[in-house]
């Protein structure tokens, strides 16, 4: 059974830093690419933010760019994404998911065949 588990959400003021930590079991991120959404409070589309593929190769979404940084640690099997500078409206819950990336450029997505649950990101003072 594949598991993706989010975690290292939590409350941080404007202009701080967290990083949220994706675990899998039952597959390999490696062999993925594994992108990191947000829904944000009232909004139906989850925004998709960060993606790395399997290869290593990383896109951000304009909106992050420079603030966020997505990373994986292939022993742990674990996908992070590294948030600094966080801006109110970054306040969301935040889920990562495993798949296969399409599109190049500035038009890229992910088809996601699996995704965690989700962990609650508050940026407030």
């Known amino acids: 059974q594949v598991q993706l588990v989010e975690s290292g959400g939590g409350l941080v003021q404007p202009g701080g830093s967290l990083r949220l930590s994706c675990s899998a079991s039952?597959?390999?991120?490696?062999?993925?690419?594994v992108g990191w959404f947000r829904q944000a409070p009232g909004k139906e589309r989850k925004e998709i933010l960060s993606?790395?593929?399997?290869?290593?190769?990383?896109d951000s979404a304009d909106s992050v760019k420079g603030r966020f940084t997505i990373s994986r640690d292939n022993a742990e099997n674990t996908v992070y994404l590294h948030m600094n500078n966080l801006k109110s409206e970054d306040t969301a819950a935040y889920y990562c998911?495993?798949?296969?990336?399409?599109?190049?450029?500035?038009?890229?997505?992910?088809?996601?065949?699996?995704r965690g649950q989700g962990t609650q990101v508050t940026v407030s003072s």
């Open positions: 993606i790395i593929t399997s290869d290593g190769n990383t």
């Open positions: 039952g597959i390999i991120l490696v062999h993925h690419s």
């Open positions: 998911a495993a798949g296969s990336k399409y599109g190049t450029g500035s038009k890229w997505g992910l088809i996601v065949n699996y």
